[in-house]
C-alpha cells in the first residue's frame, strides 16, 4: 500500500525559507500530478503548486514568485521550496498525487508550517 509522507515542515519567522518534500511513492508508475495543498485554521484546503509531466507548474496566485514546485520522476518524489515566507502562509501542508485508471488523487498525513511575525 502506497503511503504519501511528507517532510520539512516547522516553524520559522517571516522572511525566512522552508522546503517541503514528499515520499513514498517510488513503486507507482504513471503519475499524471503531483503536487500541494494547505489549509490554514478554519479554511478549506487549497491548492498550492501542482506540476504534471507536459505541462508548467500552476502556482496559486498567492505564492507566485515565492514557491517553486519540482519533481524528480525518477524516484517519484515532489518538493517545494518556499521562500519569502509571510504568517498568511501558515497552514497544515499536504503533499498529493493523481495516479490510476481512474486518476485517483492519494494525500499524505500532512506536515504543519509556522511562520511567525
Known amino acids: 500500500q502506497v503511503q504519501l509522507v511528507e517532510s520539512g515542515g516547522g516553524l520559522v519567522q517571516a522572511g525566512e525559507s522552508l522546503r517541503l518534500s514528499c515520499a513514498g511513492a517510488?513503486?507507482?508508475?504513471?503519475?499524471?500530478?503531483m503536487g500541494w495543498y494547505r489549509q490554514a485554521p478554519g479554511k478549506p484546503r487549497v491548492m498550492v503548486a501542482e506540476i504534471t509531466s507536459d505541462e508548467p507548474p500552476n502556482y496559486a496566485d498567492s505564492v507566485k514568485g515565492r514557491f517553486t514546485i519540482s519533481r524528480d520522476n525518477a524516484k517519484n518524489t515532489v518538493s517545494l521550496q518556499m521562500d519569502s515566507l509571510t504568517t498568511d502562509d501558515t497552514a497544515i501542508y499536504y503533499c498529493?498525487?493523481?495516479?490510476?485508471?481512474?486518476?485517483?488523487?492519494?494525500w499524505g498525513q500532512g506536515t504543519q508550517v509556522i511562520v511567525s511575525s
Open positions: 517510488e513503486s507507482v508508475s504513471n503519475i499524471k500530478s
Open positions: 498529493t498525487m493523481v495516479w490510476g485508471a481512474w486518476n485517483f488523487r492519494y
